[in-house]
C-alpha cells in the first residue's frame, strides 16, 4: 500500500513539451506568451530562480495587456515550488480569474492542480476531494486528457488503499491506449505499472517493464529516469528475497537522491526502507536499524508519511527490546503510535470515499451508457416485448421456486432456533442437517502443525485464542490477521498456520464464523438488540456495512437473515 513516485502528469496539466535554448540567450521582452511557457516547463529555465523570473515576468506582461488566459497561465506557473499556503493562493487566484471561462480546461485544471499540489503534501484526503471534482468537471466538458489524469491520480489512491490489481488496470489502459499522453508520461505510468505488478505478484511483467525503462532511460540519458527505475529493481528483488541484488540495484540510489540536484522526499524514504529491510533480509539487524532511524529522523523534518513507516517503527521497538534498551524502545513506541494513527485516519477515508464516490458513480455512469445504447437502437422495441414474454414464464417457475426455497429457509431457521433455545442454558448449540457445523470435532493437529512452530508458541496462540473468543472481542471491526497477530504478540504467519490447523479454516472464515455464531445467539436471546436496525447490528458484530453482514449470515447458515428474523417472532422464543 504505497504512493511511491510523483503524479508528474499532472503538474504539466496542459504543459506543452519543445526543447529550447537557454534563457539567458533570450530577452523576455522580446519572447512570446508560448516561447515563455516552452522555456518553464520544458526545461529552458534551468533554476527555481530563473523559472520564477518567467512567471513573474509572464504575469507583468499579462497584466499590462489585460489577457485574462494567460493572467490565468501565470498563476499556475507561479503555483509550483512554493510552500502549500502560498500555492493555494496562487490556485485560489487562478479558480477566481477562470471563473467564467469558456476554455475547456476550467474549472478541471484548477481542482487537479490543487489535488496534486495536496497529494505531494500528503494530504491524501483534500487531494481525493479535489480529484474527484476535476473528474467531474472534466466529464462535463468532455475533456480526454483531464479524464485521464483524474482517473490515473484516483488509481493512485486506490493502491494506497490495497487495490493494487484496480490500480494496475487503469495505468495499464492509460500507458497502451490514451494517444494523447506523450512519451515521458507513458514511461512515468508503466514505472508505476511495475510497481502495482510487484504488489499483485506479476512479477515476470513488472520485470519487463522495468527493463523497458532501464533501456529507455538509457537512450536519452536520463539519470534520474534510470535510478527511478533502478530503485524499482532492487524493490523487485527484495520481493523475491534476493537481498545482496536488491542492494547492489539500491546502493546507487541512495547517493543520487542524497545528491543536492537530486533530493526527493518519497525516493529517499523508499530508498532507505528497501536497504534497511534487505539487510535485515540478511539479518544484519545493526544495518538494518542504522537506515530506520536514518528515516525516523527524516519522517520528523518532513513529516512525510507512508503505510510501510509501521514496519519500519515495529522493527525498531523489537530491536530495541531485544537489546534491554528500554527508554529507545519506549520512544519509538511513541513514535509508532503517532505515525499509526494518521495512516490509518488516511486509510480509512480514502477506503470509505474512493468506492462511495468514485467507484459507485463511475459503475452508475456505466449503466447509463449501456442503457441509451439499448434505448436507440430500433429493435428495442421487440427485445422489451420478448423479455416481457420471457418474463411471464420466469415469473412462474421462479415463484414456485421460490415457495420450495421458502420453505426450505424456514425449516433451516426453525432447526436453528430451536437448537439456540435447547442450548440456551450454557450457551452452545448444534447445527443440523443444512446447516453447517459451528465447531469442528476434537482431533490430532500434532501432524498438521508445522514443524518450525514450537509446542509452547502453538499453546501459547491457541491460548489467546480462547481469550480473544471468549471476551468476543472479534467484534472489534477492522480486525486482520495482522492486527490480532501483533495483538497477540505473534506473527500472521504463525497465526495463520494455526488457526488453518486447529480451528480447520483461514482466518477470514474464523473470524465471520465467530461473528455470526455470535448473532445467532443475540438475536434469537436478546429481543433489544433484535429490534435495532441492520445497519447498527452489522456494526456491533463488526461489518462494515449491513450487506456483508447479510451475506455472510446466510453463507455460514444457509437461510437469509430476514427469515431467521421472521422466524424468531413466530416461534416466540423470548
Known amino acids: ?42 526545461g529552458g529555465a534551468e533554476d527555481l530562480n530563473s523559472k520564477r523570473y518567467i512567471a513573474e515576468y509572464y504575469l507583468k506582461k499579462a497584466r499590462a495587456e489585460k489577457n485574462t488566459s494567460e493572467i490565468a497561465e501565470a498563476y499556475v506557473m507561479l503555483h509550483f515550488d512554493q510552500p502549500l499556503p502560498v500555492a493555494l493562493k496562487y490556485l485560489d487566484s487562478l479558480q477566481t480569474i477562470t471563473k467564467n471561462s469558456k476554455e475547456n480546461i476550467y474549472p478541471a485544471r484548477t481542482y487537479l492542480l490543487r489535488g496534486n499540489l495536496y497529494f505531494r503534501t500528503e494530504n491524501l484526503q483534500a487531494a481525493l476531494n479535489n480529484y ?14 483531464q479524464i485521464a489524469m483524474a482517473n490515473i491520480s484516483i488509481a493512485y489512491l486506490n493502491n494506497y488503499i490495497g487495490k493494487h490489481a484496480e490500480t494496475a488496470k487503469t495505468l495499464r489502459h492509460y500507458a497502451y491506449n490514451a494517444d494523447y499522453m506523450n512519451e515521458s508520461e507513458r514511461q512515468l505510468l508503466k514505472l508505476n505499472l511495475a510497481d502495482a505488478y510487484i504488489e499483485i505478484n506479476k512479477m515476470d511483467s513488472a520485470y519487463i517493464l522495468i527493463q523497458e525503462g532501464l533501456q529507455n532511460a538509457e537512450k536519452n540519458n536520463d539519470k534520474y529516469g534510470r535510478h527511478q527505475n533502478l530503485g524499482l529493481m532492487g524493490y523487485y528483488h527484495l520481493k523475491q528475497k534476493k537481498y545482496n541484488a536488491a542492494i547492489d540495484d539500491l546502493a546507487p540510489c541512495e547517493k543520487f537522491y542524497f545528491d543536492k540536484n537530486n533530493q526527493n522526499k518519497r525516493n529517499q524514504n523508499y530508498t532507505l526502507l528497501y536497504l534497511g529491510q534487505s539487510y535485515e533480509g540478511l539479518r544484519n539487524k545493526e544495518k538494518a536499524i542504522g537506515y530506520f532511524t536514518r528515516i525516523d529522523s527524516m519522517v520528523l523534518k518532513t513529516n512525510y508519511l507512508y503505510p510501510e513507516l509501521r514496519q519500519v517503527y515495529m522493527s525498531l521497538i523489537n530491536y530495541y527490546k531485544v537489546n534491554n534498551d528500554k527508554e529507545k524502545q519506549l520512544y519509538y513506541v511513541d513514535r509508532f503510535l503517532k505515525v499509526d494513527s494518521v495512516l490509518d485516519s488516511q486509510f480509512r477515508y480514502i477506503s470509505r470515499e474512493v468506492p462511495r464516490r468514485y467507484d459507485s458513480p463511475k459503475l452508475e455512469q456505466e449503466k447509463e451508457s449501456i442503457t441509451n445504447e439499448l434505448q436507440n437502437r430500433k429493435t428495442l422495441f421487440y427485445i422489451v416485448l420478448s423479455c416481457l414474454l420471457i418474463s411471464h414464464l420466469l415469473f412462474i417457475n421462479v415463484y414456485f421456486k421460490y415457495k420450495k426455497t421458502e420453505k426450505k429457509y424456514k425449516k433451516i431457521a426453525q432447526d436453528l432456533i430451536q437448537s439456540v433455545n435447547e442450548n440456551k442454558a450454557d450457551k452452545e448449540y448444534e447445527v443440523k442437517d443444512e446447516i453447517m457445523p459451528l465447531h469442528l470435532p476434537e482431533e490430532s493437529h500434532d501432524d498438521k502443525t508445522s514443524k518450525v512452530i514450537s509446542e509452547d508458541i502453538v499453546q501459547s496462540i491457541l491460548k489467546e485464542l480462547e481469550i480473544f473468543e471468549s471476551k468476543d472481542q472479534f467484534l472489534q471491526k477492522g480486525i486482520t490477521l495482522g492486527s490480532l497477530a501483533k495483538k497477540i504478540k505473534t506473527n500472521s504467519r504463525y497465526l495463520s498456520e494455526i488457526i488453518n490447523t486447529y480451528k480447520g479454516k483461514n482466518f477470514a472464515t474464523y473470524l465471520n464464523d465467530l461473528r455470526i455464531d455470535y448473532a445467532i445467539n443475540r438475536l434469537a436471546n436478546d429481543k433489544k438488540f433484535r429490534s435495532y436496525k441492520l445497519t447498527f447490528i452489522a456494526e456491533e458484530l463488526g461489518y462494515n456495512n449491513e450487506q456483508a453482514f447479510t451475506l455472510a449470515f446466510k453463507k455460514r447458515t444457509g437461510t437469509p437473515l430476514s427469515i431467521y428474523l421472521k422466524e424468531i417472532e413466530n416461534m416466540k422464543l423470548i
Open 1 to 42: 500500500m504505497k504512493i511511491k513516485f510523483l503524479i508528474l502528469l499532472l503538474a504539466v496539466c496542459n504543459a506543452w513539451h519543445a526543447q529550447t535554448g537557454n534563457i539567458k540567450d533570450h530577452s523576455l521582452e522580446k519572447r512570446t506568451y508560448k516561447e515563455m511557457e516552452q522555456d518553464f516547463y520544458s
Open 132 to 145: 474527484l471534482l476535476g473528474l467531474k468537471f472534466a466529464k462535463e466538458k468532455g475533456y480526454k486528457r
